[in-house]
């Protein structure tokens, strides 16, 4: 079965950084292309982050470029975000999912992420 | 703003079929058949339901289906239960490296 696990999100100032990780299983990790989408209180989804099997992150969101870092350690099986000079608007939940041509196949349970004074 | 537009709100009673709408441009829906929709019930995480425009993973229920004309995906719900009452997203590629999704619709079973 496979099996998403985030850890990491909770409550730092604005300005500051956190680092998200997902724990993988149930699949081999190393082929899979993985999605960070985040879903900000009472919204809509949003990919933040993709990391290709060998390492090249994108990221499509303009407010979050130059403040984002996306890895992955593939003999651990971990998938990890690096959220750096993180705002109030960051808030949300955020949630590791593996996707399959475009389509996110299995979702974690997500972490919430709040950015607050 | 989301690039694919959805009905805020849609509803249906019980048995009868409710239909959701996905409308893009031919740069992501109407160009690709990478048209996916995700159901998440209040406090959970998304759920894949169909995609490929039409596919459903295993285990989803029959009553999901999935279709596409032009520029406009859609989301059919046969047979409504009360357990189908959740938001659910579109998404597509967009010919770019991710995806896009919806603003997303909730649906209510009445």
């Known amino acids: 079965e496979v099996q998403l696990v985030e850890s990491g999100g909770g409550l730092v100032q604005p300005g500051g950084s956190l680092r998200l990780s997902c724990a993988a299983s149930?699949?081999?990790?190393?082929?899979?292309?993985l999605t960070w989408v985040r879903q900000a209180p009472g919204k809509g989804l949003e990919c933040v982050a993709k990391i290709d099997p060998d390492g090249s992150g994108r990221y499509p969101l303009d407010s979050m470029k130059g403040r984002l870092t996306v890895s992955r350690d593939n003999a651990k099986n971990l998938l990890y975000l690096q959220m750096n000079s993180l705002r109030v608007e960051d808030t949300a939940v955020y949630y590791c999912a593996t996707e399959d041509w475009w389509s996110l196949r299995a979702w974690g349970q997500g972490t919430l992420v709040t950015v607050s004074s | 703003q989301s690039a694919l537009t959805q009905p805020p709100s849609a509803s249906g009673s019980p048995g009868q079929s409710v239909t959701i709408s996905c409308t893009g441009s031919s740069s992501d829906v109407g160009g690709y058949n990478y048209v996916s929709w995700y159901q998440q019930r209040p406090g959970k995480a998304p759920k894949l339901i169909i995609y490929?425009?039409?596919k459903r993973p295993s285990g989803v229920p029959d009553r999901f289906s999935g279709s596409k004309s032009g520029n406009t995906a859609s989301l059919t719900v046969s047979g409504l239960q009360a357990e189908d009452e959740a938001d659910y997203y579109c998404s597509s590629y967009v010919g770019s490296t991710t995806v896009s999704f919806g603003g997303g619709t909730k649906l209510t079973v009445l």
């Open positions: 149930g699949f081999t990790f190393s082929t899979y292309y």
């Open positions: 490929d425009v039409t």
